[in-house]
């Protein structure tokens, strides 16, 4: 099946400071996701991102199908910020969703 | 517009009891989705559904059940708890199963002790 994984595992930032996060996937996909997991365990949905450049405030998106990756931005990076990212994909085979290990996101006052 | 609707937010069960997890979209989607979360780990699929009388296996389906009565509710059936099934659960819906924008619950805690 599909492979996602997601880099830096763990990351630590002053308030303040710009990121960026990578997802890299093994085969084709229709869907790309990104999500951030808050400290209370919410998932919030961030991106549907299956190819382009999309933005949202201080975060934006940008997935290149052809090379199989995808990079999510975050400038002027706040404690809110705090929490786990994950990427995630639907494969061309049935198999729907399959979730990076995700990148621990902390953000320092 | 609640979206995905998930109940209960918290539970704890004793090994061997039976629970059932209920989900509920507003979003006449066709397709949706059972994810569990163990801890410091992503997403693993449980179970799916592709419309009304229609459920599959996902990735991790052994000690579960589930059931598609309606278009809008796909609840899961834990029927003997065992510890390795404390995580946390999802449910998500999709109006397409593949290439579609996936909604998710806000999820449920389970703890079998």
């Known amino acids: 099946g599909i492979q996602v994984e997601q880099s830096p595992p763990d990351l630590i930032l002053q308030e303040g400071a710009n990121s960026t996060l990578r997802c890299n996937f093994s085969d084709s996909v229709n869907n790309l996701q990104w999500f951030h997991q808050n400290p209370w365990g919410q998932l919030i949905n961030l991106f549907y991102i299956p190819s382009g450049t999309k933005q949202n405030g201080r975060l934006s998106a940008t997935t290149v199908a052809t090379e199989r990756y995808s990079l999510l931005y975050i400038s002027s990076s706040q404690t809110t910020d705090s929490g786990v990212y994950f990427c995630?994909?639907?494969?061309?085979?049935?198999?729907?969703?399959?979730f990076g290990p995700g990148t621990r996101l902390s953000v320092l006052p | 517009n609640a979206g995905v609707t998930q109940t209960p937010k918290f539970r704890i069960l004793k090994i061997g009891q039976s629970m059932t997890l209920q989900c509920t979209q507003d979003?006449?989607?066709?397709?949706m989705y059972w994810y569990r979360q163990d801890p410091g780990m992503g997403l693993k699929l449980i179970y799916y559904s592709v419309g009304a009388g229609i459920t599959d296996k996902g990735e991790v389906p052994n000690g579960y059940n589930v059931s598609r009565s309606t278009t809008e509710d796909f609840p899961l059936r834990l029927e003997l708890a065992a510890p390795s099934q404390t995580s946390v659960y999802f449910c998500?819906?999709?109006?397409?199963?593949?290439?579609?924008?996936?909604?998710f619950g806000q999820g449920t805690r389970l703890t079998v002790v």
């Open positions: 995630a994909v639907d494969g061309n085979y049935g198999q729907n969703f399959v």
């Open positions: 998500a819906s999709s109006y397409l199963f593949l290439g579609a924008e996936a909604f």
């Open positions: 979003m006449n989607h066709n397709y």
